[in-house]
């Protein structure tokens, strides 16, 4: 077991099953699945996400802070990254690569995040199959 997956069976006493949890999750508007709650309950989880962790805050009762904790992750500051007001002058390829930034310093996987947080795979791309980065002074490529 994990020092998060202890704390979150310590908290629920074993009285609500993953099932139970994960309803419990959704009806507060959260994406917790039973798996992934069992996962978590039984210690066979690999490293949380922020959408997890802030669920189970929720339907536990626990603080964000303790949780942040017990999975090895800075527990320092609970609310979200809020930019300077100077970032209102950013535009929208500026705000993206900003973003990006933050994600690639909170990725140790390798992995990417989509638009909405969740963590993906990035593809890998060959050599010569069409797609290419966008170079200083050229145009951005059109979104998808």
Do not use: C, W
Request: no cysteine; proline share 8%.
């Amino acid at each position: 077991m994990t020092a998060l997956s202890d704390l979150l069976a310590e908290t629920n006493g074993g009285e609500r099953s993953a099932r139970a949890l994960a309803r419990e999750a959704r009806e507060r508007g959260y994406t917790l699945n039973h798996d992934t709650a069992a996962r978590y309950l039984r210690g066979d989880h690999g490293a949380p996400d922020e959408a997890t962790l802030v669920a189970f805050s929720d339907i536990l009762q626990i603080p964000l802070r303790k949780l942040r904790h017990a999975a090895g992750l800075p527990d320092e500051m609970t609310a979200p990254y809020e930019p300077p007001p100077e970032s209102s002058r950013l535009n929208r390829r500026q705000r993206k690569a900003v973003d990006e930034v933050i994600r690639a310093m909170l990725d140790t996987s390798g992995a990417g995040a989509d638009a909405k947080g969740k963590v993906t795979r990035m593809p890998r791309t060959r050599r010569g199959t069409g797609t290419r980065a966008a170079r200083h002074g050229t145009p951005e490529p059109p979104e998808r």
